[in-house]
């Protein structure tokens, strides 16, 4: 059983912009720390960006100043928010909940959302 699904993805030219949704349930969105992470073809998942219960994020490097994580309480909704997208950027997407270093996640991973930018 899915516990988080991701939403959003597609197809942008660099320079353009996404929003990407996860939407989860109340239990775990409410007592978890949320991540985004992404995985290119031939590369290892990584965290691109987090969000605590309280509200403070954390970013990777190279997304920091060009994507935003934010969390909606009343739609127990996560959103990565990606500006000035960079061919680079181009990977799945998913979502997950886990504890506040977001190291480790608690659940299966989902079919994520796929992210591609032209040059």
């Known amino acids: 059983q899915v516990q988080l699904v991701e939403s959003g993805g597609g197809l942008v030219q660099a320079g353009g912009s996404l929003k990407l949704s996860c939407a989860t349930s109340?239990?775990?969105?409410?007592?978890?720390?949320i991540g985004w992470y992404r995985q290119a073809p031939g590369k290892r998942r990584e965290l691109v960006a987090g969000?605590?219960?309280?509200?403070?994020?954390d970013y990777a490097d190279s997304v920091k100043g060009r994507f935003t994580i934010s969390r909606d309480n009343a739609k127990n909704t996560v959103y990565l928010q990606m500006n000035s997208l960079k061919p680079e950027d181009t990977a799945v997407y998913y979502c997950?909940?886990?504890?506040?270093?977001?190291?480790?996640?608690?659940?299966?991973w989902g079919q994520g959302t796929q992210v591609t930018v032209s040059s």
């Open positions: 969000i605590q219960p309280g509200g403070r994020t």
């Open positions: 109340r239990s775990i969105f409410s007592i978890n720390a």
């Open positions: 997950n909940a886990g504890r506040e270093t977001l190291s480790s996640v608690y659940y299966s």
